[in-house]
């Protein structure tokens, strides 16, 4: 292969590159502290024909849940989820923003560790946006391999990736909140095992003194 074929072909996967950036998935995760008796609410601004994903999880807090609401940009309520430990929700979108609040009112002593992920899809395509870099290529006879079988090998590469990225992010998430069960487990055993064993001790002080103070011969007391 001459230098000319090569720098077509180098020319070619970097236009392909460049188109798969409108047609990623876009991935965000947050963590955060939801005190008790709040709401906390996040908005997402969406375009047509885009999907919105989100998936949730209580890591901490007394009873692990929150209620959990997602409202349409025309104020219609798609999801309303009462005292749940997780959630993931799919919709298709339209224009305009998504709104999607915690609700940890009920509660008025704990406060809850809330992880939740944003997976948005096709949110950069415009159109045949992603076609355009056809029109920029010229002498495709050169390659051996075609530009389209490049872009899906490219695609299924990072969609792979994405993939193991998202499930890494909720292994992680899933071990906070037992780490957190166990954690919180433990204090509680050993706080009734200190407790049981205060009682036992005192238990014991007290049948001692009343066994002895039985078999005490008070007539050596008397004058």
């Not at 204090?187 to 005490?216: G, I, K, P, T």
Request: hydrophobic share 40%; glycine share 4%.
């Amino acid at each position: 292969m001459g230098k000319a074929p090569l720098l077509l072909l180098i020319f070619s996967f970097t236009t392909v590159w460049d188109c798969l950036c409108f047609s990623q998935s876009v991935d965000s995760d947050f963590t955060f502290t939801l005190r008790a008796g709040q709401k906390e609410c996040f908005f997402q601004p969406m375009k047509k024909d885009a999907s919105l994903e989100i998936e949730y999880q209580v890591l901490d807090g007394a009873g692990l849940d929150v209620d959990f609401y997602l409202v349409s940009p025309e104020g219609e309520t798609l999801v309303a989820e009462e005292r749940q430990s997780d959630g993931v929700h799919t919709v298709e979108t339209e224009d305009g923003d998504y709104q999607f609040c915690f609700d940890n009112t009920f509660s008025r002593v704990s406060e809850k560790v809330i992880f939740f992920e944003l997976i948005l899809d096709h949110v950069g395509d415009d159109g045949n946006e992603k076609e355009d870099w056809k029109n920029y290529i010229v002498g495709t006879d050169l390659l051996d391999m075609k530009l389209e079988d490049i872009m899906e090998t490219i695609n299924s590469v990072k969609g792979r990736l994405s993939k193991s990225v998202q499930l890494q992010t909720l292994l992680k998430a899933f071990e906070a909140r037992d780490r957190n069960v166990q954690e919180s487990n433990l204090d509680r055993v050993n706080f009734w095992s200190v407790f049981n064993l205060v009682v036992m001790v005192v238990v014991s002080a007290v049948q001692v003194y009343m066994l002895r103070s039985l078999f005490e011969d008070k007539r050596k007391s008397r004058p």
